[in-house]
């Protein structure tokens, strides 16, 4: 069963035995709509219930079929069918037990999240990552296996997609909450590497590398930075010549505020990975926070020729030519950015500031009002997020330099 095999070896002490879901006492299970249905319902009900309790998952599922078709709107029954489904590695069945449970309760979150669960055993990877959002940002109770379980299997469709920084910050919640695992430290390895694989399709000649970008992607979610750079170093002299290896660790120095040691090692990366963005990006965030704002534009500019449709590119170009004094380019940059990321608050920041310097002042004060509604919107977001790594993606578009946005459907607040 995957729930539990994924975490196997975790820290998952807060669930009993391998169950995967609410149980019928507990408040945040289905609940059944009432509804006329024949006598004979409830004896079939009944035994399904003590089937699955015996673990005798197909009488089970032939009792509950029996009794669904009895009673259609009987929640309970679809949610225990689905259950019995995923567990028994019947996935798409799973999809249409679930599919019927949420269509029927719309606001179950757990419905949802069991949903994209089956959908991504079944690589529907599109409808799988908008259904565990759903799960994720309706709630699931007290279900921590299954809370885990979502956060992990969107980070994995967050690798296939290349929303690293998204994977990192999930993976990096699960090991906050001492979840830790074999698969989750591969997929934190993934992560820093920015490889758009999955832990099981790992070529095992790349074992031990992947490995050890685990480890430090679970130092770096702890917060043992000492230890952390410790293990880059051993990485940066076993591996020099692996692409994103300079970069994370750059990352995590500017993370640090190391400015001058973070620069250095994110032109290694660029003499490295001279074809990739975002170590450019990534010193012109360096160079603004120390104020070199003529070589934040050239490194910039180099990154959106690399990516014209990165948002965070135009905003790094559009803040380094403000403070150097071209305004009007600046405009123009910041309103590409704004384009291609309209509820970035930073941006609307940014781009007002400009137009107040080009005496435009009710564009200016339109644009401040905008960033002070899109800033409280993230603000209010952030209290509901679970526990993060200090390397987490930022939607303000300052501090995490970003690709184009590949992510389907709509981002959760959760």
């Not at 975790?10 to 609410?22: F, Y």
């Not at 090991?175 to 095992?204: E, F, H, Y």
Request: glycine share 6%; net charge negative; aromatic share 8%.
């Amino acid at each position: 069963m995957f729930l539990a095999g994924v975490f196997s070896g975790a820290a998952v002490a807060q669930s009993s035995g391998t169950q995967t879901t609410p149980s019928p006492a507990n408040p945040n299970s289905p609940r059944t709509v009432k509804a006329k249905v024949p006598p004979e319902f409830q004896k079939i009900a009944d035994q399904a219930s003590q089937a699955r309790e015996a673990n005798q998952d197909q009488q089970a599922i032939n009792l509950y079929l029996q009794a669904l078709k009895l009673n259609p709107s009987w929640n309970e029954g679809w949610w225990y069918l689905g259950t019995l489904y995923y567990d028994g590695n019947q996935f798409p069945e799973g999809v249409g037990a679930f599919h019927n449970l949420v269509e029927m309760m719309p606001d179950y979150g757990a419905g949802w999240a069991m949903l994209g669960l089956c959908e991504s055993e079944t690589h529907d990877i599109e409808n799988a990552y908008i259904h565990l959002q759903m799960g994720r940002a309706k709630g699931m109770g007290d279900n921590k296996e299954l809370i885990y379980a979502t956060r992990y299997h969107q980070a994995l469709i967050d690798l296939l997609l290349g929303n690293f920084e998204e994977a990192n910050s999930l993976l990096s919640s699960l090991v906050t909450q001492n979840v830790l695992s074999t698969n989750v430290k591969q997929a934190m390895g993934l992560a820093l590497l920015r490889v758009q694989l999955q832990p099981n399709q790992i070529d095992p000649s790349k074992d031990a590398l992947v490995s050890a970008a685990g480890d430090v992607g679970e130092l770096e979610a702890l917060g043992d930075f000492d230890e952390a750079k410790k293990a880059f170093e051993k990485m940066i002299h076993d591996y020099p010549s692996t692409p994103f290896v300079h970069y994370s660790y750059g990352v995590m120095l500017a993370e640090l505020s190391q400015y001058k040691e973070a620069e250095q090692q994110l032109l290694e990366e660029i003499k490295v990975n001279p074809d990739s963005s975002m170590p450019y990006m990534q010193v012109a965030y360096v160079y603004i926070r120390t104020s070199r704002y003529e070589d934040a534009l050239g490194m910039a500019r180099k990154a959106t020729q690399l990516v014209p449709g990165s948002f965070a590119a135009h905003y790094l170009a559009g803040r380094s030519l403000l403070e150097v004094g071209q305004v009007n380019e600046s405009i123009q940059e910041l309103n590409i950015a704004k384009r291609l990321a309209p509820t970035s608050p930073e941006v609307r920041y940014s781009l007002a500031r400009a137009l107040s310097r080009a005496h435009r002042p009710q564009e200016a004060a339109k644009e401040q009002e905008e960033f002070k509604r899109l800033n409280a919107r993230v603000e209010q977001a952030k209290q509901k997020l679970p526990p993060q790594s200090f390397r987490e993606s930022n939607d303000r578009g300052d501090t995490a330099p970003h690709e184009a946005p590949k992510q389907p459907g709509t981002n959760s607040p959760q």
